[in-house]
């Protein structure tokens, strides 16, 4: 059975970290693409950062250069290091999986989905 758990959500202030964590079940992570998507308090659900079976990885201009997305194959888990936490950051973070050749911020390519964590970056 396919699941994606993620944790390691929170409070925090701004100018903080925080690392989020996706454990997979059902399936290898490193054979597919893997994807943080963050849905803020009405608003669409985005694309944050993405890394592909060959390692490749990917960013939205928002996050980039302070947030830094991960695998461990051995542990079948994917990371998203998140510095430099801004309070329009806050937002429930999701992970996802989608074939190795689906458009990175294509939400409709994804077909396995976490339950979300909550990240609020806030003073």
């Known amino acids: 059975q396919v699941q994606l758990v993620e944790s390691g959500g929170g409070l925090v202030q701004p100018g903080g970290s925080l690392r989020l964590s996706c454990a997979v079940f059902g399936f290898t992570v490193n054979y597919y693409k893997m994807t943080w998507f963050r849905q803020a308090p009405g608003k669409e659900r985005e694309a944050v950062s993405c890394?592909?079976?060959?390692?490749?990885?990917d960013y939205a201009d928002a996050v980039k250069g302070r947030f830094t997305v991960s695998r461990d194959n051995a542990k079948n888990k994917v990371y998203l290091q998140m510095n430099s936490l801004k309070p329009e950051d806050t937002a429930v973070y999701y992970c996802?999986?989608?074939?190795?050749?689906?458009?990175?911020?294509?939400?409709?390519?994804?077909?396995?989905w976490g339950q979300g964590t909550q990240v609020t970056v806030s003073s």
């Open positions: 890394i592909g079976s060959g390692d490749n990885t």
């Open positions: 996802a999986a989608a074939l190795k050749t689906a458009k990175w911020d294509d939400y409709d390519e994804y077909k396995h």
